[in-house]
């Protein structure tokens, strides 16, 4: 049992040591925003934030996170930077099938915090998860427009 801290509430989780984060969010808490895509942390689907930072969840396993902070899609809105990064995806028609844009959502918030007014080049080398669909132009307009 494992007691992780997720969105600001402290859940306890009922997981084997290994088993991914991904996996304890969708399959035993059941927050489904968090998408699975490719499962070797290459597309950034699952990506959520630990302590801040942009993380793949299907990667990452559920011991590494009993100290740290989680923060999914299903709460992204409650920070001021994250509530500012969907806004620009709404206003800027981001999504087309939808399915990575929690993990872009979630990677452009990370980078947004860390770097507020970020260059071309950091939001091309922030936003290294994959779009089935090709939305990178619309993805980096939005970056662009939520840090204006």
Not at 4 to 27: F, M, Q, S, Y
Not at 77 to 104: F, I, M, N
Not at 105 to 118: F, G, H, I, N, R
């Amino acid at each position: 049992m494992y007691d992780v801290d997720i969105n600001g509430n402290v859940l306890k989780a009922d997981a084997e040591p290994g088993t991914p984060l991904l996996w304890v969010l969708r399959d035993t808490l059941g927050m489904t925003g968090t998408k699975y895509g490719c499962g070797i942390a290459q597309c950034g689907a699952c990506t959520v934030l630990v302590d801040g930072q942009a993380t793949r969840s299907c990667q990452f396993p559920i011991e590494a996170v009993e100290q740290s902070k989680i923060t999914t899609i299903e709460a992204i809105t409650e920070d001021e930077v994250g509530r500012k990064v969907v806004e620009a995806w709404v206003a800027a028609q981001v999504p087309q099938c939808g399915y990575c844009q929690s993990g872009q959502v979630m990677a452009a918030t990370a980078l947004l915090k860390e770097t507020p007014k970020p260059t071309d080049a950091d939001i091309s080398d922030a936003m290294s998860n994959l779009c089935r669909c090709g939305t990178y132009n619309a993805i980096a307009a939005a970056v662009r427009q939520a840090a204006a």
